[in-house]
């Protein structure tokens, strides 16, 4: 038992580490960032500077959170969390987002 209970630790504390792997362009870092869930909800010109991953099976708001805070890190005025890709409920499904900056 005290085995599984260091593992299931150990599970959670690798799981709260993970990353946002991000291709793109960097800017001054911003205070806020707008969500969207497709690009032609957004009603302001923009560009794309960059593509965002993080794995899916961390759930829905904290997709949201890892992306939003990572949007203000690179100077991102949006984030559009475009979907999931991979076998869905396993360690291989991730969450695909894209980076805006406004004109």
Not at 8 to 35: F, Q, R
Not at 79 to 97: F, P, R
């Amino acid at each position: 038992m005290k085995n599984y209970l260091i593992i299931c630790g150990l599970s959670l504390l690798l799981a709260s580490c993970a990353m946002v792997s991000y291709v793109g362009e960097k800017y001054p870092p911003s205070t806020s960032v707008d969500v969207f869930y497709s690009t032609h909800d957004v009603t302001k010109s923009f560009k794309v500077i960059g593509h965002m991953t993080y794995p899916a099976n961390a759930g829905t708001e904290a997709i949201k959170a890892k992306f939003v805070a990572y949007g203000k890190s690179i100077g991102a005025d949006a984030v559009v969390i475009t979907g999931n890709q991979g076998i869905m409920d396993s360690e291989y499904a991730y969450a695909t987002g894209d980076a805006l900056k406004y004109n």
